[in-house]
């Protein structure tokens, strides 16, 4: 189950992080929340879940050719 976590700091800035999502998936997932929050990104950090889809889909590819 995907689920997005957002904490909000003391001086306004904010925390998104996507939980149970893979891939550009978690980039996707939390855009819209992103934008309605009306600031902008500040720093993106990219988890080790970002890159399991990516790695599974070339290990996919390797193995058909």
């Known amino acids: ?3 997005i976590k957002v904490t909000l700091h003391k001086d306004g ?3 998104i992080e996507a939980l149970g ?4 998936e978690c980039i996707e997932f939390t855009r819209e929340l992103e ?3 009306g600031s902008p990104v500040g720093e993106r ?3 080790p879940e970002c890159f399991e889809q ?3 889909e070339e290990r996919v590819r390797e193995r058909g050719q």
Do not use: I, N, P
């Not at 999502?21 to 550009?24: I, M, R, Y």
């Open 1 to 3: 189950m995907r689920k």
């Open 45 to 47: 950090t990219l988890k």
């Open 35 to 37: 934008q309605r929050l």
């Open 13 to 15: 800035t904010q925390h």
């Open 21 to 24: 999502a893979t891939g550009e």
């Open 54 to 56: 990516v790695c599974e």
